[in-house]
């Protein structure tokens, strides 16, 4: 279904939001803003969705702020308060957000990605902050990145506006996956599966407490953090792991044991189904 500038999609645990001005890289205008906000609104409604991917259509991610918008008429009314509930809403939903990042990952655009819990990014990806370079801050990149990467490196990122390599973002913890440009497609699908594979008792308890890390004291998370226990334990996908864990652990003694068995056959100088040879 369409949503504005957005194009959203739901298969059972998975929803994507596709950003959709692939003419102008992903720009970001106020009916991208608009449709954001009613994207994520619509996700997050979905009680069967596990893990929402956000990505870009055609050669970008998203360069950022529309320039041209920017310089006939401003920011729009409503396009910084809009920017900033779609983006609070993304990192605060009892889901996984994961961001799909490739050719331009710029301003607004990376502003979006670390607002998502994980970060995905191909090899042919830039990555940067230049608002000040427009007269500009980074809205409330201001407030995400220092807790993502650190005060010093954040500094050194906004105030210079520069832009950074995938390897880079990769160092400093911007990002959390690197995969080849050439086979991004199945790298991502991989990342997917693997926390589609995670409880979901457990990632609503994990995110929930994570969202308070910077501003609670222990006591007060620890507090927080007992009925979040007592409902993961209650959870049927704990018996599920418990039993997938028993599983893969007898796998793993059975073939030890055939393991152990042959390595004494061997010692005998017995083969498999045949006795020593005799010496002349």
Known sequence: MRRGAMVV???????????????????????WIEGLEAAVEAVASEPAVRVVLVRGAGRSFCAGIDLDMLGSEGMPAGFYDGQERAFHRLETMDKITVAALHGHCLGGGLQLA???DIRVCSSDCQLGLPAVLEGLFPALATFRLPRLIGLGPARRLILSGELIQPAE????????????????ERGLEQVIQTFLAAPRTAVVASKRLMQRAFDADFETIYQESLPLVAAC????????????????????????????????????????????????
């Open 233 to 280: 334990l209650a959870d049927p996908d704990v018996q599920v792991a418990g039993d997938l864990w028993r599983r893969r652990r007898e796998r793993k003694l059975q073939a030890s044991a055939r393991g152990l068995e042959a390595s004494e056959r061997r010692g005998r100088g017995e083969t498999s189904g045949r006795k020593p040879a005799s010496r002349r």
């Open 169 to 184: 973002a990769l160092r400093l913890g911007l990002i959390d996956y690197l995969v080849p440009a050439t086979r991004f």
């Open 114 to 116: 670390i607002s998502c």
């Open 9 to 31: 999609e739901v298969e059972g645990p998975l929803a994507r939001i596709t950003l959709n001005r692939p003419n102008v890289l992903n720009a970001m205008n106020l009916a």
